[in-house]
């Protein structure tokens, strides 16, 4: 199973902080994706994005279950030291991205906001 953490880069020059703002469709992310033993189906993409949190966030070493698959994994596909995550960061499994809100996690594409109203100035592209 693949598994991609998107972690969102902030861009103050445009007043963009991604952990008060949010996630954005289109905003700038540094990304990894790892690979997990299995297919993954006895959980869900929002259970996949939680555990991925726990697993990035714990101090030590994350309860077992898929948070320490996750963790293990890191540990040996990682090429550079990673932050956690944290608001406005995507975890994407299933087909599915999720993103961290203050309040959960929320499907990109559930939310008005994640698809930019094109300006009067913009033409439509397919």
Known sequence: MLLTLGF??????????SYTAGYI???????????LEGDGRAFTAEQWAQAAFVACNHPHRAPSGPARAIQLALA?????PLRSLSVGDTVTV????WTCD??????????PHDFPTPTEEEEPSC
């Open 8 to 17: 969102t880069e902030s861009d103050p020059d445009a007043n963009y902080l």
């Open 94 to 97: 299933h087909g599915q991205m």
């Open 76 to 80: 040996g596909q990682a090429r550079w």
């Open 25 to 35: 469709v289109g905003i700038r992310q540094t990304s990894i994706t790892i690979v």
């Open 102 to 111: 203050a309040q959960g996690w929320q499907q990109v594409g559930e939310r």
